[in-house]
């Protein structure tokens, strides 16, 4: 691991909403359907992806019976964040934290925001998780 990396993220602290959320994909068309409802989670963490093939959107759980049928789903999320701004020449964050995962056998998705990066670990795996990675942060916050 290089310096930077070590030091961003001794600085960092690790943000953590058990939640329980939902990776779902929707067709193109359903598009207004799923970001009213987003808009309705009030604050809640969640993003959406299009892409050519789907509409993949990251939705608290309680908030799928207002949304239509998705495609696909996977349920009982949490998201941890890393709560610092990271200027986009930062190199090895992802890999790094990823692979501390990987070698737990912890699987785990991922999303980038303009400056934090997001974790998506399954709900039943979240405090092995934590055990992982809070060594190599400055702390841990649990929000819910």
Do not use: C, K, N
């Amino acid at each position: 691991m290089s310096t930077d990396v070590a030091t961003l993220l001794a600085g960092t602290t690790l943000v953590v909403r058990r939640g329980r959320y939902a990776l779902g994909a929707w067709r193109h068309s359903e598009s207004p359907a799923v970001h009213a409802g987003m808009a309705r989670a009030d604050g809640e963490l969640g993003f959406v992806l299009f892409d050519d093939v789907e509409l993949t959107a990251l939705v608290p759980e309680d908030t799928l019976d207002e949304l239509p049928a998705p495609q696909h789903l996977e349920r009982d999320f949490a998201a941890l964040t890393l709560d610092t701004v990271m200027a986009w020449d930062v190199v090895g964050v992802l890999a790094f934290v990823t692979g501390l995962l990987a070698d737990a056998g912890i699987p785990l998705g991922a999303a980038t925001a303009y400056s934090r990066d997001h974790l998506l670990v399954p709900g039943a795996r979240l405090e092995h998780a934590l055990g992982v990675l809070g060594p190599h942060f400055e702390g841990i916050r649990r929000l819910d």
